[in-house]
């Protein structure tokens, strides 16, 4: 069983040709990444008994994932996201981030978690915050642990309290992913790849076995003890860029489990993992943030569409060759 735990909300998309809704979040979209790839996974989050609640649901339920948190009385939560003509989104939010009741019910929802996903607004927001860092703490001793900062500056304006926040779940985890926006507005002044190894070394032996940063059109870096790999981005034609980031973890993620590398008892395994691993994990989720960046709102690959991606790709280079 994968965990995926953090917001779920109702991503309201305004365009010169008008205004839609999608169901998203970053966490909640991971969710829904990893189950399209064919693994079992639930979401601990909140939503409203409301419309859009009722949405998140429907949403989550369509792609197979389970949902053991029922709703809640307040509102369900909302982005509005401004898409401009290149395809990029700015997001503003109306949302309450709390989940009264999870530690009394975390031994039960974590038993047999092997991998424990969450980022964003659920590591940064008070009060449902403490929360997300009591259940990491709480699976770590079994189960894999990856981060995605996913930072919100409209939302955690202080970037020094991020800061903090973020580097107390980089210590706890062993898969981080970030984006080259992430890391400049964390650590201004300073190379993101440099920020990138830092995080490398945060908790000695104990913290990650492997940093990401995702860098849009450049493409994906990353660093294990092994060395470093980056992968060229696939070029496709831009729809929009919402859900690229999530799409991007739930395949990296989804790489780590299918090489057998997810658990605790196979921490120093993933630790250990050699470069040309690393290069192929880029690869895999380089391409499905292709498919998702290629059409309309978060909307990830299914296994079945990223395989003929990575066929493709592969056919291609053995052309080349």
Known sequence: MLTVIGEGLVDVVQRSSGIEAHVGGSPLNVAVGLARLGHPVQFIGRYGR????????????????????????????????????????????????????????????????????????????????????AAVEHARPSATISFDPNCRPSIITDADYARRQAEKFVTLSDIVKASDEDLAWLYPGVDVLESARRWLSLGGAGGPAMVVVTRGASGPWGITAAGEAEFAAPRVDVADTVGAGDSFMAALLSGVVDRGLAGAQNRADLRDLPVDGLAALLAHASRAAAVTVSRAGANPPTRAELNRVEAAADEAEVTTI
């Open 50 to 133: 409301d419309a859009y609640g009722e949405s998140v649901a429907a949403h989550l339920k369509a792609s197979s994932v389970m949902l053991p948190q029922a709703p809640d009385g307040l509102p369900t939560s909302v982005a509005t996201a401004l898409v401009d003509d290149d395809g990029a989104a700015t997001y503003t939010f109306d949302l309450a981030w709390e989940l009264p009741g999870l530690a009394e019910r975390l031994p039960f929802m974590l038993q047999g978690t092997t991998l424990l996903h969450t980022g964003s607004i659920a590591t940064m927001l008070a009060p449902g915050a403490a929360d997300v860092l």
